[in-house]
């Protein structure tokens, strides 16, 4: 593989915050990032998207995590500084950066344009680039980010509210797009288990393709939200037995967006027989699955992880299009913390973005 890689010997000096061990805490943190090369755009970053991932990653839930820790992988900003191969942007160009840092570019899934599947996938943060330093996230001032992994985000966009389109939007539109759902064509039931993050969007996804929603969810009281505030046609209970029962083999499709451990048996009966249910949340143990509800309606259970670059692109444009953008709750870097233990509650509607580039407080 004969690739062009930027490893210049310079450094140079940020600002952000990071964790430091498994407490979690976040506090200012210097560090250096490369110097701009060839294939590299340097971004002034303006806000950042706070994902339930970072959770787990600056309190090492997964036993991964190499500290100092910068999380933040839902990024726009502007263009500073452009590398002399990155021909597709210019200084000032209003960008956004999600997961993905690098991939080994030659394998069938990066030829395909699904670099989230590369076995060599490195992410945005607490990963390792080609030249050997470890990434950190868009919990900082700046980024210096190789323009393969860098997409454009539409001016119709507003940059704070398009953050978090980066990780929970992508994450949702390509298992939706993957069933040909984001088509205009027949319409068709689809279901969305938990309404967070990733929900809301996905909602907002499946009625601009005109589609009927149903979210599932454990939380009656959020049947109002679902519906007047996000469109959403129809809404059950979990918990609720008669509700389950009624709502047996109603849904075509049923993207299932909840990190906790639960039992499938269940949300597998709302299925038609050869419908489909789509795993996009990350439980940290396994979950149930009953064989029965598989083989008595010929159903399919199947996962997805964001999507590549060119995906991620047109997910943008598609969100320009129909003027999705997530609902999303501003913070200044000093509120971090606070924001973190919200978020471990769930108590946000529904996604907390850092205002990178506001006045400046103290953590």
Not at 73 to 89: C, L, P, Q, R
Not at 216 to 245: C, H, N, W, Y
Not at 342 to 357: K, S, T
Request: glycine share 10%; net charge negative; with cysteine.
């Amino acid at each position: 593989m004969a690739l062009e890689i930027s490893t210049p010997n310079h450094t140079q000096v940020v600002s952000g915050w990071a964790a430091h061990d498994e407490s979690g805490t976040i506090k200012p943190f210097i560090f250096k990032r490369r110097e701009n090369g060839v294939d590299d755009v340097t971004i002034k970053i303006l806000y950042c998207g706070m994902c339930h991932t970072d959770l787990h990653y600056t309190k090492n839930d997964w036993g991964m995590t190499m500290y100092p820790v910068v999380p933040g992988h839902e990024i726009t900003g502007v263009i500073t500084k452009v590398g002399k191969n990155a021909k597709e942007f210019k200084v000032g160009d209003r960008v956004g950066v999600g997961c993905l840092a690098a991939s080994c570019l030659d394998c069938e899934h990066c030829k395909d344009s699904q670099e989230n599947y590369c076995e060599k996938l490195q992410f945005t943060y607490n990963g390792i680039f080609w030249d050997g330093s470890v990434t950190y996230g868009g919990y900082s001032k700046m980024l210096v980010a190789d323009r393969r992994y860098v997409v454009h985000v539409p001016e119709s966009l507003a940059l704070d509210a398009a953050a978090p389109l980066l990780c929970a939007g992508i994450t949702v539109f390509s298992p939706l797009k993957d069933d040909n759902l984001l088509e205009q064509g027949p319409r068709k039931k689809i279901g969305v288990v938990g309404l967070g993050g990733l929900g809301h969007v996905a909602v907002k996804f499946g009625k601009a393709f005109g589609h009927h929603v149903t979210v599932i969810s454990t939380s009656p009281s959020k049947e109002d939200e679902a519906k007047l505030r996000l469109g959403a046609d129809d809404f059950i209970v979990s918990t609720d037995p008669r509700q389950m029962q009624a709502g047996r083999r109603s849904l075509d499709f049923i993207l299932d967006t909840v990190s906790a451990t639960h039992s499938l048996g269940p949300i597998l009966e709302l299925l038609k027989v050869n419908g489909t249910l789509s795993m996009v949340g990350a439980p940290d143990k396994p979950m149930d699955l009953p064989a029965f509800p598989l083989i008595f309606g010929k159903r399919t259970v199947k996962g997805s992880i964001i999507g590549g670059i060119k995906e991620t692109q047109e997910m943008l444009n598609v969100c320009a299009e129909y003027n999705i953008t997530c609902d999303v709750e501003m913070v200044k870097p000093h509120q971090i913390n606070e924001a973190l233990d919200r978020l471990a509650r769930n108590d946000v509607r529904y996604r907390f973005v850092i205002d990178i580039a506001g006045p400046a407080s103290s953590l």
